[in-house]
């Protein structure tokens, strides 16, 4: 019988969406009764940036960061999805019983690539620390982040072993280069998909340390309660719009790309003119905040406003009542990530515009259409005529979390080689 | 404003609106100026009764245009963005403008007419 000696996992969160994706698997591990949870929040916080300066004579940082944190609660008042996160993860970590070990002070929400830059330099002078305090044995990171790649810098030089989530994936942007970065850093992997498993063994990675498990997200959808029934009384929005959540109605989330530029404004442009043919009711929900965003969310809540009572927008949704509406839209149309994953497991008809999407895997219930109205227009109505698809299996059965923390409880980390090797 | 199929210069010819108006769909064309500024609209009403009066496809469309137009400012908020659309229920194309008067986009209010 080998001794059993308890693992320390710690789990790096950086922002709430990271938070949603970790808490399947931060479930699961605390039911393992030889692994201890650590969490660290990447996240600026009163304390450690404004009154620890302060005492130690430093005024210069201490007002600025006084200044930058006002400017966000401030923001947090204007726009209800600009919540600091630090308090709000710390909030809904204790609420679920979490400890929060470490928190280290970095500002991500400069939302310039400088302030990115400085902000992972922060995470690369402070967490040192904080892994030697706590004696790490594993870090569990998940994704593409750019604030990932000082933390798992930091871990390899440590020799702390990094099991990373969602390795192999492909998509755009910057997150393209970090994912396959961290990838090489890491030592196990949770990719979601079989053909994510192949690209990482192209990169090199061993194949005994390759671990399938789908997406930990999916875990979420099966304790979430679809019923529509109380969606008008906790969304003070519907008041006074003849919106029937019981009758037909389409889903649309549509982000800025990036790499588009100008073309943005063009392509929401033809995307309306679409909609004012589909003659659904139709739930609009902001996009993200990426650059571009004034040129698609604008015209998009406008629209929303000129359609009477047929529309509703929403700025942003609490996950669980997003989910219940991608159960419950007989389509779904635009360029959300959420379209091909959680829609393919909940069998949710989709019609994808323009190619944000590129590259990504899709499941059956996917229809690609690019920028054209005529186009979009005849694929939503014919994927509202197929109505619901069978759920798909291919991005994970809803037990990832379980899954991934089952074989991190029965690792023995004295056997888990530290030096890398590429695997040919 | 660039290559939208409901904004025209006010330069433009009745010849233009003609082409525009049929090619949108809508019946109606936003009509701005060199700066994007709104200057105002041309509805199918307004040709056919320019047209009667004796106007030719060479007419320059400021002479017949319809100054009055509604528009949404963008800094509105939602309460009074729906009660202007409310109150002009008859308007197909609604332009967002800036604080500039200029023309930021239009949004189409009802299906195109085939």
Redesign the interface.
Known sequence: MTICVKKKITVVITNRADYGRLLPIMRAIRTKPNITLQVIIAAPNFFNNFLWPLRHGKLFPALHFLWWHLSIIVLSYLDAGNEVDSNYLARMLSKEGFPVDARIPMIHKGGSAEAMISGAGVVLTTIPREFKRLGSDILLIYGDRFELLPVAMVAAMLNIPIAHIEGGDISGTIDESVRHAVTKLAHIHFPITEKSRERLIKMGEHPKRIYVCGMPALDMLGETNYSLDDFYIQNSIFQGSQINLHEPFALIIYHPVTTRG?EN??DV?IL??AL??IPLQKIVIGSNRDAGSSDTL??LW??A????NRSVFFKSLEVSDFYRLLKNASVAVGNSSSFLREAAYLGTPVVLVGDRQQGRERGTNVVEVLHDADIIVEATQKQFEHGRYESDPRFGDGTAGTRIADVLASLDISQLPIQKKFYE | M???PYTIKEDATIADVLEVITENHHGAVIVVDSDDQLVGVVSDGDLRRALVKGATNLTPIFKILNPNVIS?R?KNS?KE??RI??EHIEITL?P?IDGNNRV??V??????TH
């Open positions: 100008e404004r063009t442009e309306i003119r004012t043919r604008d015209p406008h629209f406003l000129t359609q009477e | 660039k290559d939208s949404i963008e939602q963005s729906a659309l409310k609604v967002v930021r986009y949004i189409p209010r009802t299906p195109e």
